[in-house]
């Protein structure tokens, strides 16, 4: 079997992710390529190396622009810090590779707009990394809107809720810095749920936004290990220059109603991602700390019987469920990345355009640009004209 070669750029949390996403595909999954862990880089060699020797990566790069330029290397996949992902995935590009990059696509929308031109100009595959689409039931959500179950959708109500960030004392992590992250819980949190409303929804209108930041100093960072990090020790201190929490109201080009909430000042929340539907003939609500169940209230049903039905998206017709276990047996946050990855490399086989693409990218890179001027300037912004 043909298979494709990835060179990984980052080795941290969304790394190890990654990394055992493309250990599962050939298990359990007939993907037309077989995914390669090739080379693994990272610009502390040590921890490169150590990372290596877990994920199943037999080479250390330390330098990307080398890595990006290897004749033996298919398809670059980047989970390395925001700041990385403009130049990475550019030079990728350039070098015909194709690409996958986390989420956000870049700091920015002009950089996010470079980028897109850049991979379209070199006609090579590209996808962002909304794992959360990858989920069976948010998938049925999905399949239910598109056939008409709800018929005209009035409401979107979704929220991105985590406390880890609560502690003063917590350190400036590399997601507290303007300049690496590009913001904060808005592009941390809030595009994830962004990204789940346009795709569900559609296309945003305008926005008015209201965004926060309650601990404007924090201890410097002196080691930063995925979401943890360790600092203070020294008594410097330095400015958190991004937003804690955001808030935004949506109207929809569709004309549907929408709001929008993500902070990580949330206690008892660690990962709570959670939206509602409302349209004309039922509703939908989702919880990913529940992430098997997608609820669903049908409104043409009789009032002797009507009332909110769990949906258990773990048997054989719901997506994905195929390539897994016994129906019931529950899938977890991982199996996300491994059916994204999944579908990466067979839009690479086939040469198909990637869903979500890095115009998917682009388009909640307006939209939170979008988001931070009405924030700034209390008014609402209409997205199209950013």
């Not at 080379?39 to 037999?58: I, M, S, T, Y």
């Not at 056939?147 to 809720?161: A, C, D, E, P, Q």
């Not at 991602?273 to 169940?293: A, M």
């Amino acid at each position: 079997m043909k298979k494709i070669n990835f060179g990984l750029v980052g080795y941290k949390f969304m790394g190890r992710a990654h990394s055992n996403a493309l250990a599962r595909i050939p298990m359990f999954f007939d993907p037309e390529l077989t995914p390669v862990r090739a080379v693994l880089c990272g610009r502390d060699r040590e921890w490169a190396e150590e990372a290596a020797g877990k994920f199943g990566f037999p080479e250390v790069e330390t330098d990307w622009t080398k890595l990006v330029k290897r004749p033996d290397i298919d398809a670059i996949d980047i989970t390395a810090p925001s700041d990385c992902h403009k130049d990475i995935a550019i030079e990728a590009a350039r070098n015909g590779k194709h690409v996958f990059c986390e989420k956000p696509l870049a700091l920015n929308l002009a950089d996010a707009r470079e980028i897109v031109a850049e991979v379209k100009k070199a006609d090579v595959r590209n996808q962002i990394g909304f794992n959360y689409r990858f989920a069976p039931a948010l998938r049925l959500a999905k399949r239910l809107i598109d056939s008409g179950r709800l018929g005209k959708v009035y409401h979107f109500r979704g929220v991105y809720l985590q406390e880890y960030l609560v502690d003063p004392s917590f350190p400036k992590v590399w997601r507290l810095d303007k300049a690496v992250a590009g913001s904060g819980s808005l592009g941390d949190l809030g595009a994830h749920v962004v990204d789940q409303a346009r795709w569900l929804v559609g296309e945003f209108g305008r926005v008015a936004a209201m965004q926060k930041t309650f601990i404007k100093e924090r201890p410097a960072a002196t080691r930063m290990t995925g979401l943890s990090a360790s600092g203070g020790g020294s008594g410097e201190t330095e400015n958190v220059d991004v937003d804690d929490a955001t808030a935004f109201l949506i109207e929809f080009e569709n004309g549907a109603f929408g709001t929008i909430e993500a902070t990580r000042f949330a206690q008892g929340h660690s990962n709570g991602l959670s939206f509602e539907i409302n349209g004309e003939y039922g509703s939908l609500k989702y919880e990913l700390e529940r992430v098997n169940e997608l609820q669903f209230f049908d409104a043409r049903e009789g009032a002797d019987s009507a009332g909110w039905r769990v949906i258990q998206a773990t048997y054989g017709g719901h997506p994905y469920m195929e390539h897994w276990w016994p129906p019931g047996h529950v899938l977890g946050y991982e199996h996300t990345f491994v059916h994204e990855l999944y579908e990466f490399i067979e839009c690479v086989a086939r040469g198909e355009e990637c869903a979500p693409s890095f115009i998917d990218g682009m388009k909640c890179s307006q939209i939170l640009e979008a988001v931070e001027i009405s924030a700034r300037e209390s008014a609402y912004v209409d997205v199209s004209k950013i």
